[in-house]
């Protein structure tokens, strides 16, 4: 193997090992930890986890670490090297360095240095009513309080530490130094108790319990009790006992259910019972050759889960592994072939356990004890190749005696009371190659063996395994390797296999085959283990996670890790009234089988090893479970399992405003307000739940009110981005749930108000608004001006022409009325054109004053249209003898422009000539209509038609041309008297 594979190789090890430790509790550097040496932690009021280390102060929530230290710009400490710390009651968190006291605030956004006491090399802290007690190294306690005030209250008056120092209910002071290695009390005055003798050598560690003073020696007395009023030895028989196995304890943690966890040298963690005289051990997760073993400090949070503080880092340990029973476990993980690899198992009917095993068949008996192998097996095969022992894998109890399978060499019983083996059954000719796995007797006796070509019957007369009557080869060979057997109900068996499951009715011979493919489908067709419910078939699968065949629908439902399950490999299943218990690839699952919630226990729960076998799985009579797998038994009472109150909460722990971050140094749980610009509308959420029993299994949930009123799920996802909210008021909600399906404690509020574009805002609206106005009444302003203009400029032009050109036109009809009258010649040419001249002026006098009343801006009112068309049909058709009927109904103050006005007026005086000169009409109506739309007008008489010889033809021409130019509809009729209609929509 080349260089170069072999450091990939040795790569991937690693990291594979890390990944499995980080899954297994363990948290080091790797995973982002300051510094390996942990000397104190403790979870704070948000839930938060700190630990301080030997280089740095670290909070952890769960997925990530963040550290601070002497030189970081928020939290900034007197020194990296962190050796105590506390919370007091307000939620301040106090840390002792080597180079002085800090104070955290409770919303974690500051960070003060007590200046009375910089430099000094506090090494140990406790709380007492809001009062901050403190030891330093060089023999000095002080008390500080949040208000800044410092006193000193002892000198020792040596060089020596003030270590565990501790206030009790009476007031007295308790600490143990390093040099006389004594425990000492002082009274309320700070004086020594001369009441108080304590002779024994210093611990290392001390508690006060009630009126007992529990301590730790890890060089005299090991864990011992005394009387806390004059420090006399209380000697008990389960401690000395304790002592003698688990020596040298260095450290003793309360656990919140009365109990004492005790750290031993070595790695090695106990949980002992001072009422209950009961000892648990939980060393399992410490003895790895390059992790940490010396624990330095414990805390217990919130759900119960420690958490040890080692010379290589931190391990959690959950409190409830004290459930977890191991047998035959190799204590060292030293070599392979030390590791006791377990399969099927048996109770006999005085309560002790029978197990199959590659180390040969192994007894634990009632009592919990174990055994070695009961015998070595004395059916070696015939080569006497010792590596091919037999080895048992599934068995039966009937008549006194195991009957056993082995997977290579046949069928054996086993027993007990002369501690023999005997062959069961010899092997057919030409089946020596039969491989034997699943095992059951039927409710009629008959005893059905799995094999890897199919199922058997055992024939007890004849000794050898036979093929079932009716059935043929090909029937039994398209089952393959039959892993377990059940019967289900009466008659029915059902086989599974690597081939699928098969279902065969023992009384007609009938067999149906479910397989991937087949309606209803297995999710994996190799089936290694079932359990039968009422109308019902658990399978257990290797890859495809737990199904359940219903046998009234014939329908199965499917069950993987994405429901929870600990692994898709399933080797065993127990059955109680409300669980099913898996025993998988990777540790154990718990199924609820009405709710289908599920839970899972690891080997740093306290299970014997994650990884189990096939057909390893027992419920004895007592109710306890056992599951076998690669390095022994696991052994548990489920009750011992059930669940205690839960006060996981959900924090935020990351608010991010695009790229910038809004939240404080640490998580906060609550209210939160976030104002977003309309070009920065991103926002980024990250959450985390304070269960840190399994955090990658938490799930969150979430829903956006005033968009989306419905809960989302984020699965185990624990970061929600949210891009491009509409602008407007939202309320953004936030849970979370364990691994448990258990809810949360609070739910996580975050109001966000997302700004208007400022083109969409009142105020922009409000301005233009204001701005449109102004320019439209500028506009119309400028029009009004600019009209008055026009209207001041026509009605100049207008009186100009009237003054000037009206004048001469006037002059020039005198003057020709004087020619006349001085023309004395007689001559008719002369006379005649001197009328004709006369004639012209008068009518060029009428025009121009039909074009100066039209062009004149006084007269654009309706009103003055009409008073010039009555005056102008009075004048013209009153002396004739015509009467005049004139109507009219108009808006007297609408504008009529000056285009229509003087075509309407041209036609109206055209149309009033012709009646005038040709009609001989005696009776005319006029009416004219002006609304706010439209301008109508006709006129009508009662003569005689007019003739095309009048000369009528030019002037209706002239009508019908200047209609057009107006833009106007006008219809003239010559019949039964002279009509002319007129109609102009008005703008």
């Not at 704070?44 to 601070?68: C, E, M, P, R």
């Not at 508690?207 to 009790?225: C, E, F, M, P, V």
């Amino acid at each position: 193997m080349s260089g170069r594979v072999l450091s990939i190789l040795i790569v991937v090890f690693i990291s594979i090992a890390r990944n499995a430790d980080a899954q297994n509790g363990y948290i080091s550097m790797q995973d982002g930890l300051s510094n390996r040496f942990v000397t104190c932690i403790l979870q704070d009021h948000n839930g938060l986890i700190w630990a301080g280390t030997g280089n740095g102060l670290n909070v952890y929530d769960g997925y990530t670490f963040k550290s601070y230290y002497t030189y970081s710009r928020d939290l900034k400490l007197s020194s990296s090297r962190i050796n105590c710390m506390i919370e007091d009651a307000a939620g301040n968190l106090w840390i002792g360095t080597a180079k002085g006291l800090n104070r955290i605030n409770a919303a974690r956004t500051s960070n003060t240095i007590v200046p009375e006491l910089a430099g000094k090399h506090i090494c140990s802290l406790t709380v007492k009513d809001d009062i901050v007690f403190l030891g330093t190294t060089d023999g000095f306690i002080y008390q500080t309080d949040t208000a800044g005030t410092t006193k000193l209250l002892y000198n020792e008056h040596r060089d020596v530490a003030i270590n565990g120092i501790t206030k009790d209910d009476a007031g007295n002071t308790w600490f143990f130094t390093n040099s006389e290695r004594k425990l000492f009390r002082l009274t309320p005055g700070y004086e020594r108790d001369p009441n108080f003798h304590f002779n024994e050598t210093v611990p290392s560690n001390f508690i006060l319990k009630g009126d007992q003073l529990i301590t730790a020696s890890h060089q005299q007395n090991g864990l011992a009790i005394f009387n806390a009023t004059d420090g006399s030895h209380i000697k008990t028989p389960f401690l000395d006992s304790l002592n003698k196995q688990y020596n040298k304890p260095v450290f003793i943690y309360p656990s919140r259910d009365n109990t004492l966890w005790v750290a031993c040298v070595n790695g090695v963690l106990i949980r002992i019972d001072l009422v209950k005289k009961t000892v648990d051990e939980f060393s399992q997760q410490f003895r790895r050759g390059y992790f940490g073993s010396v624990i330095n400090t414990c805390t217990e949070d919130n759900n119960g889960l420690l958490w040890a503080g080692t010379d290589g880092g931190i391990v959690k340990v959950s409190s409830s592994s004290h459930a977890f029973k191991a047998y035959y476990r190799n204590p060292d993980q030293g070599r392979p072939d030390e590791f006791v690899s377990t399969r099927g198992m048996i109770e006999d009917p005085q309560g002790n356990i029978y197990i199959g095993s590659y180390k040969g068949l192994l007894q634990l008996t009632h009592s919990g004890k174990t055994t070695a192998p009961v015998t070595d097996f004395s059916f070696n095969p015939p080569t006497g190749d010792k590596s091919q022992t037999v080895i048992p894998f599934a068995m039966l109890w009937e008549d006194n005696k195991i009957l056993l399978t082995s997977m290579l060499h046949g069928l054996f019983y086993y027993i007990p009371s002369t501690k023999k083996f005997e062959r069961a059954a010899t092997p057919s000719p030409g089946r020596v190659d039969l491989e034997l796995y699943g095992l059951l007797k039927d409710s009629k006796g008959a005893t059905w063996v799995g094999t890897n070509k199919g199922m058997r019957l055992f024939d007890r007369a004849t000794k050898k395994l036979v093929m079932p009557p009716g059935w043929s080869e090909n029937d039994i060979l398209k089952m393959g390797l039959v892993w377990t057997i059940v019967e289900h109900p009466e008659t029915v068996l059902w086989a599974g296999t690597n081939k699928g499951l098969f279902r065969v009715n023992t009384s007609n011979g009938s067999i149906t085959h479910y397989h991937l493919n087949s309606v209803p489908s297995l999710s994996n067709e190799e089936i290694l283990c079932m359990a039968p419910d009422d109308d019902a078939i658990w399978l257990g699968s290797r890859g495809g996670g737990l199904m359940k065949l219903d046998t009234r629908t014939d329908s199965i439902s499917y069950f993987n890790t994405s429901e929870g399950l600990t692994s898709d490999i399933v080797y065993g299943i127990v059955r109680d009234e409300k669980y099913l218990w898996l025993s998988t690839e990777s540790g154990i699952s718990r199924f609820n089988i009405a709710t289908r919630q599920t839970k899972g226990y690891y080997e740093k729960d306290g299970i014997n090893n994650n990884e189990f076998n096939t057909a390893a799985y027992l419920k004895a009579s007592d109710g306890r479970i056992y599951f076998g797998g690669i390095d022994g038994i696991t052994a548990f009472y489920p009750e011992e399992l059930e669940e205690k109150s839960f006060e996981g909460k959900i924090i935020l722990t990351s608010l991010k405003r695009g790229n910038e971050e809004l939240l404080p140094s640490a998580a906060q749980s609550g209210l939160f307000h976030v104002d977003l610009a309309y070009d920065n509308r991103n926002l980024t959420i990250q959450a985390a739940l304070t269960d840190y029993y399994n955090p990658g299994s938490n799930r969150f949930y979430y829903k956006i009110n005033g968009k989306d009123d419905h809960w989302i799920s984020l699965g185990n996802q624990h970061a929600l981005h949210i891009s491009q909210l509409e602008a407007g008021d939202y309320e953004i909600e936030m849970y979370a749930k364990n691994m448990n399906d258990r809810q949360s404690i609070n739910t996580l509020t975050i109001r966000v108000h997302v700004a208007q574009v400022f083109y969409k805002q009142a105020w922009f609206i409000t301005a233009m608004c204001v701005v449109i106005l102004m320019v439209i009444y500028l506009f119309f302003r400028q029009r009004e001006k600019e009209l008055l203009r026009v209207q001041k400029l026509r009605t100049k032009i207008a009186s100009d022409l009237h003054d000037d050109v009206g004048s001469m036109l006037t002059r020039v009809s005198i003057l020709t009325e004087v020619l006349k009258r001085k023309n004395n010649s007689g001559s008719y040419r002369g006379q005649q054109e001197i009328e004709q001249i006369a004639q012209a002026s008068r009518q060029a006098t009428s025009t121009m004053s039909d074009i100066l009343w039209s062009v004149d801006a006084r007269n654009d009112k309706a009103e003055n249209l009409v008073d010039r068309m009555r005056e102008h049909a009075d004048t013209l058709l009153q002396p004739l003898h015509i009467n005049v009927h004139f109507n009219s109904h108009t808006s007297h103050h609408r504008i009529i422009d000056m285009q229509t006005r003087q075509g309407a007026l041209l036609i109206f005086k055209e149309a009033v000539n012709n009646i005038a000169k040709h009609s001989n009409a005696t009776d005319v109506t006029i009416q004219v209509r002006v609304e706010k739309n439209e301008f109508a007008m006709s006129i009508s008489d009662n003569g005689t038609e007019i003739s095309a010889k009048s000369g009528t033809g030019q002037g209706i021409k002239n009508m019908h041309m200047r209609a057009r130019e107006m833009e106007a509809e006008l219809v003239v009729q010559n019949g039964s008297g002279y009509h002319v209609s007129l109609v102009k929509k008005l703008s």
